[in-house]
């Protein structure tokens, strides 16, 4: 695991309270002459431990849609609340915790008319002062995916086993367990399900749809934090957001409308994030993650195989840097942007620089080694001289049946795909020896390519290997647990991918100077999280990534946080951390732990603040 800040490593000094010393001393020098206690050991003298209190189920009749018109109208939204309360033991000390599970409505911040009922799961210590205690929201991406993911595999109190990842978790029965790397000890806990996913939806007359944009999302997100704040008088306490994959957008955004709402954050937490689509696909963020894929799976240069994971993962970004990058930024078309800029760029380079051609194949033929397979010329044919694509393979044949070279044909196609499309094409090339793909969202995992599995659609992600490999567990453990732990009773399906979102989403996006973006491909949340920073120079940013993401590459956000629009005196407050893990970081449970520890820096100044009180 490699830390970042100001693009040097990373190394904060640990400080340790000396009030345990000082309180001790006061304590034997109270004790009398002799300095020695005497214990009662009589059971009728001894503390008792008091009970928990009573649990609060609740059973919800409201029917709650995924659907893009869904809705439920103004009676059924209730902020109906099943309240359980917890134990567990986390480093010798037994903590416990109340979980809420229900609904909160939020209002229209101009009209106070109700807007959307959103489903939430909120986890509190027990004992601490409310107005001053650290809380987190919690939200996962998609867009279109409810936070279960999260709750159940990174920090809340219990999570789902899935210690034998990158392998696929067998069929149940699952574990669900008290989680040692919880955050509940640091700051209580909030998850957050967008409307359309979890039970979230909007009231009437609005609709669900109405909720699937950039903006919308990000000001429901807000709207939720008002009115958690409000109905739990958390107002005084210290705020953090903590969003995954499009959850870092918007966080970025949700973090400038909290802030011109008079809501300044003390931190945020970007797990796997995509700030800004207008670099999707870009090999200058993606060349090391395809060069640590290939080193996890033993095909690239045996020169690489000896080095450990952390010195791949350096190696990597010093190729992309010192190689890879000149060659991109001084071509004269740049191949900037996301994949279609790439490839617009690529065809004017290839037609108007007669050296460009020959210089992009040593690139190549450099970056081979360190990536193997998956990059380069029979990379590319693999993809395309595939069962998938018969009408290719059809016309291919006929063409070398003509006459046509076929040498000539494998290098011509690599020229027109690799460069816009090689990070997309390398996770069905780079085992095509072995017959097998790898898993977009963790390459560690790979499954066979034979028979059916190749024309199976992605499904916007639900599909793709390293999802199939765990999902089993958190949609069965979801469901015992919200009924069962947390005593939530629901006849509505829990929707936790929700394609009708994905599908759906609009980005359009105005940003903090007043201007405004529609498409993807120009989609940057940067500015928004440069603005918070700006107006709140105290605001804390940690990022991080896994070295086998390639849906969020780790050296493209490390890339993005270095590149914030900010006084470089802000670049202090960024942290950026990249970890042996894929997108869902947290599902390694030896990288969980390190993230855990790593965490505790943004949330250790407030809680030795609060122990010196």
């Known amino acids: 695991m490699r830390t970042t800040q100001n693009n040097l490593p990373a190394s904060r000094p640990k ?4 009030l345990p010393i000082a309180l ?5 020098a109270c004790g009398g002459g002799s300095g020695t206690s005497v214990v009662s050991t009589d059971p009728s003298t001894q503390p008792t431990e ?7 189920p609740l059973v919800d009749t409201a029917v709650y849609s995924g659907q893009p018109a869904g809705q439920i109208t103004s009676d059924l939204a209730k902020e109906g609340v099943a309240v359980t309360h917890h134990e567990m033991t986390l480093n010798g000390q037994k903590i416990r915790y109340t979980a809420t599970a229900g609904h909160l409505t939020t209002v229209d911040n101009k009209l106070s008319t109700p807007r959307a009922s959103m489903f939430y799961v909120a986890f509190t210590k027990d004992g601490e002062a409310p107005g001053t ?19 159940l595999g990174s920090f809340s109190p219990r999570r789902v086993n899935s210690d034998n990842f990158p392998d696929t978790l067998p069929p149940a029965p699952y574990t669900l367990e008290d989680n040692p790397d919880t955050l509940i000890d640091k700051t209580d806990l909030v998850y957050i399900n967008p409307v359309g996913t979890g039970y979230s939806a909007a009231i009437a007359p609005l609709a669900n749809k109405d909720f699937w944009t950039t903006d919308s999302d990000a000001d429901s997100i807000r709207d939720f934090v008002q009115r958690y704040l409000s109905i739990n008088r958390r107002w005084n306490s210290p705020k953090y957001l903590m969003g995954e994959s499009y959850g870092g957008p918007r966080t970025a955004i949700t973090s400038w409308r909290l802030q011109t709402a008079g809501i300044p954050l003390n931190g945020v937490t970007l797990i796997s994030p995509i700030l800004t689509f207008t670099e999707r696909g870009n090999l200058l963020g993606a060349l090391p993650t395809m060069a640590m894929a290939a080193w996890y799976h033993k095909v690239n240069d045996a020169k690489y195989q000896s080095l450990t994971e952390d010195q791949m993962a350096d190696a990597a970004r010093a190729f992309t840097k010192d190689v890879y990058t000149p060659f991109a930024l001084n071509a004269k078309y740049p191949l900037l942007g996301e994949t279609y800029h790439i ?15 020959s210089r992009y194949l040593d690139v190549v033929s450099q970056a081979q080694p360190l990536t193997g397979p998956g990059f380069g010329i029979d990379g590319v044919w693999s993809y395309l001289y595939s069962p998938t694509n018969p009408a290719f393979v059809a016309q291919t ?10 040498a000539a044909l494998k290098k011509k196609y690599a020229i027109t795909y690799l460069l816009p499309f090689g990070s997309g094409i390398f996770s069905q090339s780079v085992l095509a020896s072995q017959n097998k793909i790898t898993g977009a969202y963790d390459a560690r995992t790979a499954v066979s390519a034979a028979g059916i599995i190749r024309t199976i659609p992605n499904d916007a992600g639900a599909n793709d290997p390293t999802i199939v490999a765990v999902n089993g567990a958190y949609t069965g453990l979801w469901q015992d647990y919200i009924a069962g732990d947390l005593k939530y009773s629901t006849t509505s399906s829990f929707v ?3 394609n009708n979102v994905f599908n759906g989403w609009s980005y359009d996006h105005t940003l903090p100077d007043g201007s405004t973006t529609s498409s993807q491909i120009e989609m940057d949340s940067r500015p928004d999280l440069a603005a918070s920073m700006s107006l709140n120079p105290y605001l804390k940013v940690v990022g991080l990534g896994g070295y086998y993401d390639q849906v969020t590459p780790f050296y493209q956000t490390q890339l993005d946080l270095q590149s914030l629009p900010i006084d470089p005196a802000l670049q202090k407050n960024i942290t950026f951390h990249a970890y042996g893990s894929g997108h869902m970081l947290y599902l390694d449970t030896k990288v969980r732990t390190q993230v855990r520890k790593d965490l505790d820096a943004l949330y250790a100044p407030l809680s030795t603040t609060a122990a010196a009180q």
């Not at 400080?15 to 000396?18: D, N, Y």
């Not at 617009?344 to 051609?357: G, I, Q, Y």
């Not at 044949?397 to 076929?406: E, N, P, T, W």
């Open 133 to 151: 205690r650290p809380v987190t929201f919690i939200y996962n991406g998609g867009p279109g995916s409810a936070a279960s993911w999260l709750m």
């Open 496 to 498: 936790s991918l929700n």
């Open 15 to 18: 400080l340790k309270s000396l």
């Open 343 to 357: 490839s617009d760029a690529l065809r004017s380079n290839l037609k108007d620089d007669p050296t460009f051609e």
């Open 397 to 406: 044949d006929a063409d070398v049946k003509a006459g046509a070279d076929l």
């Open 24 to 28: 001790a001393a006061l304590l034997a």
């Open 50 to 56: 008091t009970p928990l209190a009573s649990d609060q």
